[in-house]
């Protein structure tokens, strides 16, 4: 299992940044993709951007050119730099990882949340 922490999360005014962290803890080899998604009241969950194992990056088209996402592959660290929010980035942020186990087998895993309120 994977046990997924996220932090950094709160409030912020239109323009502004906030950094979100997650760490992983548990029994697993190795963690191939991590990754950020978010849902806003009432609409579905949605990709925010991801980082391979090997640092590939993939975005969603809302947040290019906003958002950065990295890791650090030592710690099982994850951390999403989020600038020039809007408030259409309110929501809540899901920490998510694709771990090969300790059984063997590739599994998802998703964090608690972390509220986001973008607002004046």
């Known amino acids: 299992q994977v046990q997924l922490v996220e932090s950094g999360g709160g409030l912020v005014q239109p323009g502004g940044s906030l950094r979100l962290s997650c760490a992983a803890s548990?029994?697993?080899?190795?963690?191939?993709?991590m990754g950020w998604y978010r849902q806003a009241p009432g609409n579905e969950r949605e990709l925010v951007a991801t980082?391979?194992?090997?640092?590939?990056?993939n975005y969603g088209d809302s947040v290019k050119g906003r958002f950065t996402i990295s890791r650090d592959n030592a710690k099982n660290t994850v951390s999403l730099q989020m600038n020039s929010l809007k408030p259409e980035d309110t929501g809540d942020y899901y920490c998510h990882a694709n771990a090969l186990t300790i059984l063997r087998d590739t599994r998802s895993f998703w964090g608690q949340g972390t509220q986001v309120t973008v607002s004046s």
């Open positions: 548990g029994s697993f080899f190795r963690i191939n993709v």
């Open positions: 980082i391979t194992l090997g640092g590939g990056t």
